[in-house]
């Protein structure tokens, strides 16, 4: 206790003392509070989004803000989405609306010009809801009644107004107001009535100085467009500078000097003389002891400078050098398919967070007006990257295979196997035609029961089980001529010649004029009980191999009598 004691100040009160920590080396003019160019950096608050004439001069004249805006959207929709709980007439009456109303088309333009002004807005039109400050009414939504969207950026007049409401787990305004060309109100409008299109997301204090929009995509990077440009305007002028010829003249100084108006106007004479014949014959003509000397600039390191400034510009942007640029993957062996497919990546979280609420508010409205009135709107996203028919085909191969093995070891059974199947559909294309009944009616099989041919208790009971068709039957008979010295059961008088059974000769031998090998009848009969088992004595089948048809009796016993033979052409 005594030595917390002598730590504390008299009085039990405590003094608060700011500290402030950071590195700094004032001789060597580094760290905080020198006088050095990192130290004089500023970074001041100026909301370039606010800037309207300053974004249409930069996306009219500027074609690398206009990739920056459009190429990300274009690539949003451009595997649009897919419906997986609708029917086929379902999504084509769907898709007549989409056609009918250009409502891809409105939306990318939304969420372009949400890109560059940083907030756009679509209103849904619909006929017969002429009032636009009530909200929405789902019910009243007749067949053929959308009429599209409106699409209007945050400077054509809308404006949102002070009352706030939860949309989607996020804060917007509760309604907007629409002003004419001559700043009167026009309409109000219920937020459940527009589909916003937003920029980049910024903290909450700067998105209500936005008044609820986000910020331009052009703002975060407009000083490497600022450099980009100034470094490429500065090597193209570099260009004219490539080639220069200096010639030595005696006395330039005191010429240019003290020499008379006409002396000087005759050396510029002269001088323009020996630029014309340059030109035109490529022959320089100096006086006999004047020297002449050509310098030639080589720009060597103006690619790498280049290079970097379109590196921080793809940096900035999100996008890859070949997709920004459209130029060709630099490296050896290099394909560009990692930067690519890291591009896909980020497009699709913003298909996610950017597209699919844009969706999940106009999907009901477009299927009412197409006459569905109750749809389950699970919408999924087709993958932006396509692998080729051969890596397609890996994939189908080795998903197929984990899951047969799996099937085949007992830890799965037939109906999940066959779902797990039908899950490659949207990655590979294959197993579309696996239907519910399918997975339905394999529910519970397992490997051992879907492999099984018939009853595997067939021939060890009396009878076969119930519901089941078998071609296998028990025969049970004595023969009293058995030869006990050798084994072999003989005819009456031991001859050893067998008397006639059910069994021996076959019909194909004793009765039927058309005869075949003992191979090819065998062959015949297990292709005959396996395709028609329990044939009863009399029954006229027609079975085929490869090369013929035939047309048989079946004796009741598993043999046949043949009847015709066909070949097959």
């Known amino acids: 206790m005594s030595r917390r004691r002598k730590n504390s100040p008299a009085g039990g009160a405590q003094q608060n003392i700011p500290v402030m920590d950071a590195f700094s080396n004032p001789l060597f003019r580094l760290g905080y509070g020198s006088q050095s160019p990192l130290e004089a950096t500023d970074y001041p608050l100026t909301r370039m989004t606010s800037n ?9 004249s500027n074609w690398v803000v206009q990739n920056v805006v459009g190429l990300m959207v274009d690539d949003m929709l451009r595997e649009w989405y897919s419906l997986k709980s609708a029917s086929p007439e379902q999504c084509k009456a769907i898709q007549s609306v989409e ?29 017969g809801q002429e009032d636009l400050s009530q909200p929405l009414d789902m019910d009243a939504v007749l067949p053929g009644s959308f009429r599209g969207l409106y699409i209007l950026d945050r400077w054509q007049g809308i404006s949102p107004d002070a009352a706030l409401t939860f949309e989607g787990g996020e804060l917007v305004p509760a309604s907007y107001s629409i002003s004419d060309a001559a700043g009167h109100t026009a309409a109000r409008v219920h937020h459940s009535r527009l589909v916003r299109f937003t920029g980049r997301e910024l903290p909450d204090l700067e998105r209500q100085a936005e008044l609820y929009w986000g910020e331009s995509e052009v703002e975060a990077l407009y000083k490497d467009v600022v ?8 090597m193209a002028a570099l260009t004219f500078q490539a080639n220069i010829n200096t010639m030595e003249v005696k006395g330039l100084e005191q010429l240019l000097s003290l020499s008379s108006p006409d002396v000087q106007k005759r050396f510029w004479n002269t001088m323009q003389a020996q630029s014309v014949l340059r030109s035109n014959f490529g022959v320089q003509l100096v006086e006999q002891g004047n020297k002449m000397t050509n310098t030639q600039y080589t720009f060597t390191g103006l690619q790498e400078v280049y290079e970097s400034m379109c590196l921080n510009l793809c940096g900035a942007s999100h996008y890859p050098m070949t997709k920004l640029f459209g130029r060709s993957p630099a490296g050896m062996n290099a394909t560009g398919e990692s930067d690519l497919k890291n591009y896909y990546d980020y497009v699709d979280t913003l298909r996610e967070s950017k597209l699919r609420p844009i969706l999940d508010k106009l999907l009901p409205v477009v299927a009412r007006s197409a006459g569905i009135e109750a749809l389950d709107f699970e919408i999924s996203f087709p993958p932006l990257w396509t692998p080729t028919a051969s890596e397609t085909a890996s994939i189908a191969k080795q998903k197929t295979e984990v899951i047969v093995s799996t099937f085949q070891a007992g830890l799965l059974d037939a109906g999940v196997a066959i779902q797990e199947l039908k899950k490659l559909e949207d990655e590979t294309g294959l197993f579309g035609s696996l239907t519910d009944q399918l997975i339905a009616a394999a529910k519970g099989k397992t490997y051992q029961d879907v492999t099984a041919m018939r009853d595997p208790l067939a021939g060890l009971l009396d009878t076969p089980a119930s519901g089941i068709p078998t071609g296998d039957a028990l025969t049970q008979d004595f023969n009293p001529y058995h030869d006990s010295s050798n084994g072999r059961f003989t005819g009456k008088g031991g001859s050893g010649t067998i008397g006639k059974t059910k069994y021996a000769p076959s019909p194909q031998r004793g009765k ?3 005869q ?3 191979k090819t009848y065998t062959r015949l009969t297990g292709v005959l009980n396996t395709r028609y088992p329990g044939l009863k004595e009399g029954d006229v089948r027609t079975i085929r191999d490869a090369k013929r048809q035939y047309t048989v009796k079946a004796d009741g016993y598993g043999g046949f009598e043949l009847l015709n033979i066909y070949p097959i052409k």
């Open 52 to 60: 309207y004439a300053l974004l249409n001069s930069l996306y009219r």
């Open 99 to 127: 056609r009918t109303t250009k409502l891809r088309d409105r939306i990318s333009t939304g969420l372009k010009w949400g890109r560059l002004y940083g907030g756009a807005a679509g209103l849904i039109l619909i006929d």
């Open 227 to 234: 450099a980009h440009d100034n470094v490429s305007a500065n």
């Open 512 to 514: 039927s004029k058309i």
């Open 516 to 518: 075949l090998k003992p």
